[in-house]
Nanobody, 124 residues
Framework: QVQLVERGGGFISAGGALRLSCAAS????????VGWFRQAPGKERNFVAA????????YYANSVKGRFTISGDNARNMVYLQLNSLKPEDTAVYFC?????????????????WGQGTQVTVSS
């Protein structure tokens, strides 16, 4: 059974930084990807970033490119999302998700497994 547990959200001022973590367990195949998505109140869930299982390919939404960094630690089954230069519009619940295969990384409907989410609130 695949489980994803996010940690690291919080309340922070604009311009600050946070690091989110996603602990992944139960992924049995050797070809999978982990993505981060976010959902603001009343809005749809949107892609933020993704990384393939080898950690040698990353993909970002334009809105976070240059500010957020996704990384993985296969030995610990962890994926991280470093959020820098945070803006109020980054406020959302951030979800970690996993899928088998490494295509369509930004497609929210292509991910099978989801964590419970962690709230990030950025004040102006």
């Amino acid at each position: 059974q695949v489980q994803l547990v996010e940690r690291g959200g919080g309340f922070i001022s604009a311009g600050g930084a946070l690091r989110l973590s996603c602990a992944a367990s139960g992924l049995t195949a050797s070809d999978y990807a982990v993505g981060w998505f976010r959902q603001a109140p009343g809005k749809e869930r949107n892609f933020v970033a993704a990384i393939n299982w080898r950690g040698d390919y990353t993909y970002y939404a334009n809105s976070v490119k240059g500010r957020f960094t996704i990384s993985g630690d296969n030995a610990r089954n962890m994926v991280y999302l470093q959020l820098n230069s945070l803006k109020p519009e980054d406020t959302a619940v951030y979800f970690c998700a996993a899928k088998y295969g490494s295509t369509q990384l930004s497609g929210v409907n292509t991910y099978l497994y989801w964590g419970q989410g962690t709230q990030v609130t950025v004040s102006s």
